[in-house]
């Protein structure tokens, strides 16, 4: 099976994102880059150097729905007609803006944040939505667990690994260990699970960090020999990259943790006390806090800090 990873550029501090063209009948590209002119005329260009039209493609593969991975995705099926797009069910940043839902606003607000930053948080997202299309429930395919998508020459089976996101999927290659993976695994960024509302209850969060954990170990238990990731160069040492994360994260939770006194704090003045220069800028404030509620999160549930909830804030305490 032909994997070829095309490098396309975003608006984004992360640089390129990574498209992969499965070189297979039925042609098929996993990820597609965010909606500019740069990324499509990249992506066009790029395909007809390896002798293929966007009008060729009969699938495309998302591995989550965030803005520099599926923005071009509507416009791509539009020009190939017929083209199926599949998704995971639990993305849903394709179906409406990533911070617009009274879930996000309430979610945010439990965690302390002002509703004046709040509103500062949507409006940066806002213009971010405008690099993708909307998608209909009508117009994808659900990916899900396990399952195996065809091609004339082998399979790449379905992974789900949340974390990232909730409905993030890898794609696995049995025959030479190859995995797809998104941005579950980077090779040169510390990686984020963000903070969302849980599909399957939007009034209670996403485990994102502890499924994340679970999705890291998923991915390791097929010993991978090589992954593909959603930024940046090739992983052929994915233990070490493991490793690391796992370091990475230990040292997090140690950080934020000892933040905690018994003083009670909200996650908001968490993330102050951690990243008092990220809070203050545009999409980096939401980051800063997400990054503090997923490592709090997990922090409880290991039975290191307390939280108690009081008129519709949560506060953590030391226990
Ligand atoms: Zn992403």
Redesign the pocket.
């Known amino acids: 099976m032909k994997i070829i990873p095309i490098a396309i550029p975003t608006p984004f501090y992360i640089g390129d994102v990574n498209v992969y063209l499965i070189k297979e009948d039925p042609l098929t590209l996993i990820d597609v880059g965010p909606k500019t002119k740069e990324a499509s005329d990249a992506l066009r260009e790029k395909l007809q150097t390896n002798g293929v039209k966007i009008s060729d493609i009969r699938r495309i593969v998302l591995t989550?729905a965030?803005e520099?991975?599926c923005g071009l995705a509507k416009q791509i099926c539009d020009e190939a007609k017929n083209a199926e797009i599949y998704v995971h069910a639990w993305e849903t940043g394709h179906l409406f803006g990533r911070l617009a839902g009274d879930e996000h606003k309430s979610l945010m607000l439990r965690a302390g944040v002002p509703l004046e930053i709040f509103r500062q948080m949507r409006e940066s997202y806002k213009d971010m939505s405008l690099l993708t299309d909307t998608l209909n429930e009508s117009e994808f395919v659900e990916l899900k667990d396990e399952m195996e998508i065809e091609f004339a020459g082998g399979v790449l089976k379905v992974l789900h690994t949340p974390g990232?996101?909730p409905g993030s999927c890898s794609f696995l290659r049995e025959a030479n260990r190859t995995i797809i993976a998104?941005?579950c695994v980077l090779k040169r960024f510390t990686p984020n699970p963000i903070v969302s509302p849980d599909p399957s209850d939007p009034n209670k969060r996403f485990k994102s960090l502890a499924e994340y954990l679970v999705s890291l170990a998923r991915i390791r238990s097929f010993a991978p020999t090589l992954v593909y990731g959603?930024h940046g160069e090739a992983i052929y040492d994915y233990d070490e990259i493991f490793h690391r994360y796992v370091r990475s994260i230990d040292e997090r939770q140690k950080t934020v943790v000892d933040s905690i006194s018994k003083d009670a704090a909200t996650a908001w003045d968490v993330a102050n006390k951690l990243f008092p220069d990220a809070i203050k800028k545009d999409v980096h404030q939401f980051l800063a806090v997400s990054e503090t509620i997923v490592h709090l999160d997990y922090a409880e549930s290991q039975g290191k800090i307390a939280v108690e909830l009081k008129e519709g804030t949560e506060f953590y305490r030391k226990i």
């Open positions: 989550h965030h520099d991975h990232h996101t998104g941005d959603g």
